[in-house]
């Protein structure tokens, strides 16, 4: 009998498709940093019985249906508005994402963007690299403390609550917005439950940490940028897409809030001249909030175990189910 056959989106390292292989046919675009045209993975998937896929990877509606004889769709991510989970779900093929293993990885590159733009650190290299460097002068590269300042995390999930036991450590006074209330996070780390008008005009640090959704596309908007203090930091480490770009560049553009940190963008990768770039109170950096070299190497073991295990005709540990 032929083996299942598995299409990997990415290069990924030998002991990964050693151990798919073992079960597996193994076809693979053999680029690490290059993405597989949509076109070669749609022809992938009409034959596929699993895709080991990645955020960049974007697999809609069209690409299911003509999907033949495929089983599980195995995202190297907790995020997985890349794809079209109804109509995987329509056709009984899993989808599998990565919960957990990333997110004290995750946690602690939000926290670094916080800190970053708060103590103006991208400035300081730069002045440094330019030779502009002058006499050590009382307000210069002044910043905003970040000990005891309030933080405001919008989606309390595992990332947002490991970003708040974080916040403890600096003292920080934790708000928070959710679906749901977090009773236990509340209890465990001092974090109270406020409506979104209160965690925007108090917050001294504004994080976004909800998952990209129809209900969560621009849920940061002029009105929301308005709303927030002058002196405040915006901090995106979820996807672009929870954010307009155009009113976060003019509320930094017109002082409306201090600063932002970024680590994700509406339409990655963004290039040089992206408008945001141009201004020295952003933080930007190239979506690698879970790129550890550990966090990483678990994310892929963990996606290549859901394929096994949908192959073998078992859930996989971790499915989505919306
Ligand atoms: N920058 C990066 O490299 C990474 C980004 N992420 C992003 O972080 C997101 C969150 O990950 P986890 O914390 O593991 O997910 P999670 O599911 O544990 O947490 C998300 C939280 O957001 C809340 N939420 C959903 N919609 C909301 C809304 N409209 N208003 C308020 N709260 C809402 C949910 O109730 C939940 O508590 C992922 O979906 C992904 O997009 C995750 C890992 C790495
Ligand atoms: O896991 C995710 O959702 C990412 O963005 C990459 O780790």
């Known amino acids: 009998m032929s083996k299942p056959y598995v299409y990997l989106t990415r290069k990924m390292p030998q002991n990964i498709t050693d151990q798919l292989a073992a079960a597996c046919d193994v076809g693979m675009w053999e680029k690490a940093e290059e993405p597989v045209p949509q076109h070669i993975l749609k022809e992938e998937m009409k034959t596929a019985d699993a895709v080991f896929c990645n955020v960049s990877d974007v697999i809609d509606k069209d690409m299911i249906d003509a999907a033949e004889q495929l089983k599980v769709i195995a995202t190297m991510a907790v995020g997985y508005n890349n794809i079209d989970v109804k109509a995987a779900q329509e056709k009984n093929i899993y989808v599998a994402h990565t919960p957990g293993v990333l997110t004290e990885t995750t946690a602690d590159l939000t926290f670094a963007l916080l800190m970053a733009s708060a103590r103006r650190i991208p400035e300081g290299i730069d002045v440094i690299k330019n030779n502009e460097w002058g006499a050590w002068a009382p307000f210069f590269l002044t910043g905003q403390d970040i000990y005891q300042a309030r933080l405001g995390i919008i989606g309390m999930g595992r990332i ?3 970003v708040a036991k974080r916040g403890t450590g600096f003292d920080m006074d934790i708000v928070y917005h959710n679906r749901t209330p977090k009773k236990e996070a509340e209890q465990r780390l001092g974090a109270r439950l406020v409506d979104m008008d209160e965690l925007l005009q108090t917050s001294d640090f504004v994080c976004v940490m909800t998952p990209y959704t129809k ?16 002196s405040a930091i915006f901090i995106n480490t979820s996807r672009g897409g929870t954010v307009d770009e155009e009113a976060l560049y003019n509320a930094l553009k017109n002082g409306d809030i201090r ?28 979506h690698i909030g879970s790129a550890s070299e550990t ?4 994310m892929a073991e963990m996606t290549a175990n859901h394929i096994l295990q949908a192959l073998r005709g078992e859930t996989p540990d971790y499915i989505v189910k919306e």
């Open 215 to 230: 209900e969560t596309h621009h849920l940061i908007d002029k009105q929301a940028f308005d709303k927030m203090k002058s």
């Open 295 to 298: 966090t990483r190497k678990k």
């Open 160 to 162: 947002g609550e490991a």
């Open 259 to 286: 600063g932002a940190g970024l680590d994700v963008f509406e339409n990655e990768p963004i290039s040089a001249d992206h408008p945001l770039l141009s201004l020295p109170n952003v933080t930007a950096l190239p």
